[in-house]
């Protein structure tokens, strides 16, 4: 595993790995915090508050750590409170979807420090790597950052994804298909990968509309109906980290070919290309439909929010075919109610934005589907932030592992 010069300097003082443990659980610490003062971190890391206050000074001096004011006194003095600094480190953070990828940088306070950047690529392009490569270059110059600073890369991406091994066993060509081995070859720093809706869920866990909820569903609807879990607070991978493919579980028996291979699966029924398909066959068939009127002659211009657009102005075709794809995942999502019996489902994709387009027939399709004692509880909302909500999920999942024990021996 490679990882940046900088946080191996962490380390080098004193070659003391146990005063390295207990500068990375500082970091950690305050990553999770707002501030903490000094004699909280010392009770929290188990050292004495001197020995709290050199660790602080020794990360302050190294640019990770600063002062920000002084925090409420129990009595005597306040206490000086401390913080990560705002440009101590950076994640890349990249999301591919079917046929684009979206990247941003944030900072150690999860905030955004460049504007989203979207270019065209996907799992099997065989210049994904590169592409990745020379769209972060870009933002780095662009916001001036110190490469330095920047601690690691996250990728989220449709597939079958080993998180540990960093193999996506979805990409067709088996050279190509180890994506963290070839990041971490090209930018020299940690990388961490994992599937896109299982990053969004995470994200929507700790940052959104799924926080505070202990048993949630999130789902990723786009060209793919992709599914993540949180079981008990902890986000579910399944034994060999192929759990939520909900898009390629079979619903109709010798129905349409599904990308995956297998026939009939919900994404041939459920996901964005039934829906830009059907709306395309009715405007060759000249349905009576505003789509038709502006899309017969352009009509391979047509984009999901076309049609979304169009129901929302009260078009029936329109409203029609996101009926049809709403009924389809509702189906799904009540075999999913009935396993799991989750508190609240988050619906983000770009299908989200139809909201009530297609949460009034997810609704007719738990009433049919689903037993009302199970479904009667589940709240189904849409996604505040879906459009960065895996982006948090695997810059978050990123910090979790750059301050775990797990690279210790990586980093001595």
């Not at 990053?199 to 992709?226: C, D, P, R, T």
Request: contains cysteine.
């Amino acid at each position: 595993m490679i990882f940046s010069e900088e946080i191996k300097k962490i380390n080098l003082v004193g070659n003391d790995l146990k005063k390295y443990r207990q500068k990375k659980k500082i970091l950690d610490l305050l990553y999770h915090n707002d501030s903490m003062s000094g004699s909280v971190l010392s009770k929290k890391i188990g050292v004495s508050l001197p020995t709290s206050l050199s660790l602080l000074n020794e990360l302050s001096e190294m640019k990770f750590v600063e002062t920000c004011g002084t925090g409420v006194s129990s009595g005597g003095r306040k206490p000086v409170m401390f913080r990560l600094l705002n440009e101590s480190i950076y994640i890349i953070a990249c999301e591919l979807g079917r046929y684009k990828a979206k990247m941003i940088i944030y900072n150690s306070h999860n905030k955004p420090v460049t504007s989203m950047s979207y270019f065209d690529t996907s799992i099997d392009d065989d210049d994904l790597v590169d592409k990745i490569y020379a769209t972060a270059q870009t933002l780095i110059g662009e916001a001036g950052i110190d490469e330095r600073r920047i601690f690691g890369v996250g990728l989220t991406m449709p597939g079958l994804i080993d998180e540990t091994l960093g193999i996506n066993y979805t990409i067709k060509n088996k050279k190509y298909s180890n994506v963290k081995e070839r990041l971490e070859s090209k930018f020299q720093k940690l990388v961490y990968i994992n599937n896109d809706a299982r990053m969004q869920a995470y994200g929507e866990y700790v940052f959104g509309k799924a926080k505070g909820h202990l048993n949630a569903v999130i789902v990723n609807w786009s060209w793919g109906i992709g599914m993540g879990m949180i079981i008990n607070g902890k986000l579910y991978n399944g034994s060999t980290g192929f759990a939520g493919e909900l898009s390629h579980t079979i619903f109709v028996d010798e129905g349409d070919l599904c990308i995956c291979g297998k026939r009939g699966c919900l994404e041939t029924i459920g996901s964005l290309y039934v829906l830009v398909n059907d709306a395309i066959k009715g405007i060759k068939n000249n349905v009576v439909s505003q789509l038709t009127i502006g899309f017969k002659d352009r009509i391979n211009e047509l984009e999901p929010d076309d049609i979304i657009n169009a129901a929302k102005s009260g078009d029936e075709f329109a409203i029609s075919l996101l009926n049809k794809v709403g009924l389809a995942v509702g189906k799904g999502l009540s075999l999913t109610i009935q396993l799991l019996n989750p508190e609240i489902i988050v619906l983000g994709g770009v299908v989200s934005k139809a909201n009530r387009f297609i949460l009034t027939p997810i609704q007719q399709a738990l009433n049919k589907y689903c037993l009302e004692q199970i479904s009667a509880n589940v709240k189904i909302v849409i996604s505040d932030n879906w459009e960065q909500s895996g982006l948090l999920g695997v810059t978050a999942m990123l910090f979790q592992v750059l301050f775990s024990d797990m690279n210790m021996r990586e980093l001595t």
